[in-house]
């Protein structure tokens, strides 16, 4: 999977190099103010690109946060993929948040979905059946199923997702991200033991959404 040990998101390198580009130019010719204000915007996106480090909790029936961001959603809903009653937990990244997205749980990908669609505010629940999405539906090895999907936002225009249908996954491992945006959204199954609330924090990786019963 990519991104394991660098400081930035590989997809970030051509829009970080090219603000440090017209950065440089703009000091070489003299126009030092705008040349200031590409270099803050230059800081901005490496930013938003940062891939840190993060500590998996070794449970393995934890499930993790596939983003850093806050908890705007939790209750029962129809995962519209598998069409069954699922629990819905739903992320919100701002532009301030880390952006590479993690594994919620040690599990197989079993199958995976694109829909194409709006780019409406992820915070509307419109979002969830009109916006660009991209899904997995994970298999863990005691044959629990889960689905994780990446919700393209306002000003998000770009989702990566690495993995492939049959693929193996560790749970905290680095899968993808959304370029500038915006939601992540995990369904769980019935009778897992929430961990978060309304309003909670997370960070990708560490924070547990819940326990697999």
Not at 8 to 24: D, K, Q, V, W, Y
Not at 32 to 41: E, I, M, Q
Not at 64 to 91: C, F, Q, T, W
Not at 178 to 195: A, H, K, M, N
């Amino acid at each position: 999977m990519r991104n394991r040990n660098v400081p930035f998101a590989m997809e970030g390198l051509p829009f970080i190099a090219g603000a440090a580009l017209i950065t440089a130019v703009l000091f070489l010719v003299g126009w030092k103010a705008v040349a200031v204000f590409f270099l803050v915007v230059t800081l901005f996106i490496a930013f938003f690109f940062r891939n840190p480090k993060r500590i998996t909790p070794e449970n393995e029936k934890a499930v993790v946060a596939p983003a850093d961001g806050v908890v705007i959603y939790l209750g029962n809903a129809r995962e519209p993929h598998l069409d069954r009653e699922m629990l819905k937990i739903s992320i919100f990244m701002s532009v301030f948040n880390v952006h590479i997205n993690r594994v919620p749980i040690s599990a197989k990908v079993v199958d995976q979905f694109y829909r194409p669609g709006k780019f409406l505010d992820v915070r509307h629940e419109r979002a969830t059946f009109e916006n660009e999405q991209q899904g997995l539906v994970l298999e863990t090895a005691g044959g629990a199923q889960l689905v994780v999907v990446q919700v393209a936002g306002l000003i998000a225009r770009r989702i990566v997702c690495y993995p492939v249908i049959g693929t193996i996954l560790k749970r905290g491992e680095r899968y993808g991200l959304i370029r500038f945006g915006s939601r992540l959204d995990v369904y769980l199954p019935p009778g897992t033991e929430l961990q978060v609330k309304m309003g909670d924090k997370t960070v990708a990786g560490e924070t547990v959404l819940g326990v697999l019963a």
